[in-house]
């Protein structure tokens, strides 16, 4: 009799420890998948925010350099980096900030979007380089760009020295099946960042 008690007994325990572990290991594996997916997201975000801090200083060195927007483009295709992927950024949009207004808004944007194609550009030193933008709005080419103290000789509407922005649109995409654990979908969450920063005068 005390035999079969005890192997019940076993019985019982290790069906309870099934039960039990069927019932944690889901929340483990959320939290699991939730840390690995924070830290490729967070690394993105690091990643798009070095690009577009890196680009608006070279933004700000070229002025209106012709052929600055090729450098600039090429700096940000080759500054995003594993785990962070080129290929996923949207868009790129140089734009020019009028700090003479009281929201600082945006007045022109140069706006490139990324299909993955081969386009002719021309760099500063006069080199061509192929790169995968496509220019879709052309409000503020490199010739417009102010880098001259009191807007002498530049475009009209810019009166002193341009303050120029760059902002990038990045599509992230989930990496582990912690959407799906949590009941989401979707392709994950866009990524922008911008930086703004004065051109360097040349007078």
């Known amino acids: 009799m005390r035999s079969r008690r005890n192997t019940t007994r076993r019985r019982r325990s ?17 939290l699991f998948f939730a840390i690995v997916e924070f830290s490729f997201l967070f690394t993105s975000y690091l990643s798009v925010g070095y690009a577009s801090h890196d680009a608006a200083q070279l933004a700000a060195t070229y002025g209106n350099t012709v052929g600055a927007d090729a450098a600039i483009l090429q700096r940000i295709d080759n500054d995003i980096q594993a785990p962070a992927d080129a290929n996923r950024i949207k868009s790129v949009d140089i734009f020019w900030v009028n700090t003479a ?41 490199a010739a417009n760009r102010c880098n001259v ?7 009209a509407g810019h009166q002193t020295v341009d303050t120029i922005g760059v902002k990038i649109t990045y599509q992230y995409t989930w990496v582990t099946p912690f959407p799906q654990l949590i ?21």
């Open 14 to 30: 290790r069906g309870q420890s099934l039960v039990e572990f069927a019932m944690v290991i889901p929340i483990f594996l959320t």
């Open 149 to 155: 103290n009191g807007g002498v000789s530049c475009v």
């Open 183 to 203: 009941g989401g979908a979707g392709s994950g969450p866009l990524i922008t960042q911008i930086n703004i920063m004065r051109l360097e005068p040349v007078l």
């Open 101 to 141: 207004t009281s929201n600082a808004a945006s007045q022109a944007d140069e706006i490139y979007v990324y299909d993955g194609g081969h386009h002719q550009f021309t760099m500063p030193d006069g080199s061509t380089i192929y790169l995968p933008f496509v220019n879709t709005t052309n409000d503020y080419p």
